[in-house]
């Protein structure tokens, strides 16, 4: 920096630049420890694309690329906490008047925002926060693909993430639950009579009722991933579709050499907070699909997931549900 502030003119001053962090860049490729490699070269990759050094920042990102998962020192931290079985039944016992699959699946569908309530969200995790010694460190989060993807200078927020994470990670332990116990208690109906019973009963959409029972009855077979990759697009598809009913547009013209597309989800889940969708299923949609929540829509479609569990094939079904019911 101090180079740069005594550059007479423009070359001197990207030749200081171009110094300032190549040095960064020579630390990461001399470190072997994974975190400090990372550290060094996102610093340099940083500092070249304020520079506008593209060259210096594209082999940043090669040595953020090459750093290997396991010299990064990860740790995993678990916490088990024990549920009596009784607290289950508990749970369930509101499926016990179903008299068939056709009414369970209607209890399913009737069920609260997996996230919870925002405001309640936002309290408890003001109060958790309280004193918390994470608000004095800077925080940066890793994705699935192990690069890192952003640093959090937002603190309140990240605390309102987290215990929505964990109440969404919660509720969809339940929401597996509940469908196994329909698909338990009553013979599994055929994938049209489901979609039959959606359109007459819950009108929904011909064309959204049969892909939603047709991931329904993939779960059911136990095939959670497979349910889960035709969950995702059924809901991104069903959202862009109610917000064509409402007028909103949406469409993205043509521009220069982009050709015309439709928005992705996050525009989606905007437009519908704006035209009046509960905030409880805004935040479900926006924690459980995006960034910086579980981010399962994006992970998904770019190829870092392929893999989903059986609770998160159930808590994709019920948010599909919201716009199939």
């Known amino acids: 920096k101090s180079l740069a502030r005594l550059a007479n003119n423009p070359t001197e001053l990207e030749l200081a630049r171009r110094w300032h962090t190549e040095q960064y860049l020579a630390l990461a490729r001399a470190d072997d420890h994974g975190m400090s490699k990372m550290h060094h070269a996102q610093t340099a990759a940083s500092l070249a694309s304020d520079y506008g050094l593209s060259d210096l920042k594209d082999a940043a990102v090669l040595v953020m690329q090459s750093v290997d998962h396991d010299s990064m020192g990860w740790k995993s931290v678990y916490h088990d906490v024990k549920l009596s079985k009784n607290a289950f039944r508990a749970h369930l016992r509101r499926f ?6 056709s009414h369970a699946l209607l209890t ?16 408890s995790a003001q109060k958790a926060a309280t004193g918390s010694i994470r ?6 989060v890793y994705g699935a693909h192990g690069l890192p993807e952003r640093t959090n200078d937002d603190f309140m927020e990240e605390e309102i993430t987290r215990t929505e994470t964990i109440t969404l990670s919660t509720t969809s332990i339940l929401l597996a639950l509940e469908l196994e116990h329909i698909r338990e208690r009553f013979s599994t109906p055929r994938t049209d009579e489901v979609a039959i019973w959606m359109v007459e009963t819950l009108s929904a959409d011909g064309s959204l009722a049969r892909f939603f029972s047709e991931s329904l009855a993939l779960h059911w077979a136990q095939k959670y991933s497979d349910s889960a990759r035709l969950s995702i697009p059924l809901i991104e598809s069903a959202a862009r579709g109610l917000l064509r009913t409402l007028d909103e547009p949406l469409y993205r013209t043509q521009r220069g050499d982009s050709p ?18 509960d905030p409880d299923w805004v935040r479900a949609l926006r924690m459980t699909l995006l960034t910086p929540g579980m981010n399962l829509r994006n992970l998904a479609a770019h190829g870092f997931t392929m893999d989903f569990s059986e609770q998160q094939s159930a808590l994709l079904l019920r948010l599909a549900g919201l716009f199939c019911s």
């Open 108 to 123: 399913f569908l009737a069920s609260p925002s997996p996230s919870g309530d925002h405001e309640a969200n936002k309290r």
């Open 260 to 277: 015309g597309r439709f928005p992705a989800m996050d525009f989606y889940v905007d437009a519908l907070a704006k035209r009046g969708l």
């Open 135 to 140: 608000s004095l460190i800077t925080r940066t």
């Open 96 to 101: 016990g008047r179903a008299r068939d699959w």
